[in-house]
């Protein structure tokens, strides 16, 4: 069995509160891209055996795919093994949840070879001890995310937008993004509602403009790189430019694919991972 894990990006991520435990509280809405890893899934007799196309990738109990395939054995009783090669193409470290959502895939695929009773509200409990957008990569699409990204709302698709997405070479802790954020720091938040509404209109250039992403203040105050390459896209025609989750990455809006290409040619001459891609 061969699946796509597609990449997410972050058209708005606000603040609005800490948990006991220290999460934070978030409202979020989250769009997925046409950026994928493709994960293929083998049974075996035992086991669980990964291996990846990319060095640097954890291919024992670290994985967030391992970790997904031994719940949902624990969970289910599930008696046999599984293989899996992980053909990597979404950016390491880059805030597009490229880890969760290979988690988020193992546990399809689990479910689909050993137990298809199995609903996606139950898959989504399990993911969310995986990790907070496991959850979210198990629909994907476009959907607001609350709580800590648990709770998901669809919303109506905004899908076929041409996007410019950029990762840094250098990659961010999302646990050292949240420690550091501060939310007495905060001066404005998103406008969730009204953003929702523009995309319900597929009005791109609304969204463009009025997205906001608050971890920005963390993580650009540390990489100015960050907005350097946000204003480089802004400058190349992008409708508007945004850090998606804890960072690195950047993604820009643009009306054309021609607009995109042409910032694309002159970025990708400085950094390895670059791609002209939409929304799906």
Known sequence: MKLKAYGKINISLDVVGKRKDGYHLLRMIMQTVDIYDELTFEPCGEGIHIACNKEGIPTDNRNLVYKAIELFKNTYG??????????????????????????????????????????DEELMKLGVKIGADVPYCIIGG???????????????????????????????????????????????????????KAMEKEDVSYVAKNMMNLLEQVTIKNHKEIQEIKDFMLEEGSLGAMMTGSGPTVFGFFEHRATAESCYEKLKEKYKEVFVTTTV
């Open 78 to 119: 599930v008696q046999g093994g599984v293989k899996v090669h992980i053909d990597k193409n979404i950016p390491m470290e880059a805030g597009m949840a490229g880890g969760s959502t290979d988690a988020a895939a193992a546990l399809r695929a689990m479910r689909d070879l050993y137990n298809p009773q199995v609903s």
């Open 142 to 196: 476009t959907a607001l995310c609350e709580g800590i990204g648990e709770v998901i709302t669809p919303l109506s698709s905004f899908w076929g937008k041409v996007l410019l997405v950029v990762k840094p070479n250098f990659g961010v802790s999302t646990v050292g993004v949240y420690k550091s954020f501060d939310i007495k720091e905060v001066k404005d938040h998103p406008n969730t509602e009204e953003l929702i």
